[in-house]
């Protein structure tokens, strides 16, 4: 039997632009590995400070509509204190606490579980900086 807890680390390229990178097949193939067919939890967790993990519809244009909103809610411009980095960088630290850095997803019979249209995504809007770890953890 696996053990009852089980970590990887995904290495993401995002590129120099804003991002929805989704994650579903490597949490698929992950859980695939360690889940060995048992209930449980996928905890996605991203360690960066302006980085997020969302949990929805991709391919039909939600992806672009959470960007735009983002870009809405969180312009980058000069408003922000924080302002090393690219102009309106202080925008990607507050990214966090709209688009939180983890999601912990029910895991039944070793398959994820989510909705028909939900995806694991990855949230970036950091553009100067193009690779992310990603830690999956499995409990079951």
């Known amino acids: ?51 997020g993990i969302a949990v929805l519809e991709t391919g039909a244009g939600s992806d672009d509509d959470l960007l735009a909103a983002l870009r809405t809610l969180l312009p980058a411009d000069d408003r922000w204190q924080h302002r090393h980095g690219t ?27 989510l909705g028909t249209w939900q995806s694991v995504c990855l949230v970036d809007t950091n553009i100067s900086k193009d690779n992310r770890q990603v830690r999956l953890s499995f409990l079951g």
């Open 1 to 51: 039997m696996p053990d009852a807890f089980t970590t990887t680390v995904l290495n993401i390229t995002t590129g120099s632009r804003e991002t929805v990178a989704d994650l579903t097949r490597d949490c698929e193939e992950f859980l695939a590995r360690a889940a060995g067919g048992r209930d449980g939890l996928l905890n996605v967790f991203v360690p960066h400070a302006t980085a």
């Open 87 to 113: 102009p309106g960088h202080g925008r990607d630290h507050v990214l966090p606490a709209l688009v939180p850095p983890h999601a912990t997803l029910p895991v039944i019979a070793g398959r994820l579980e």
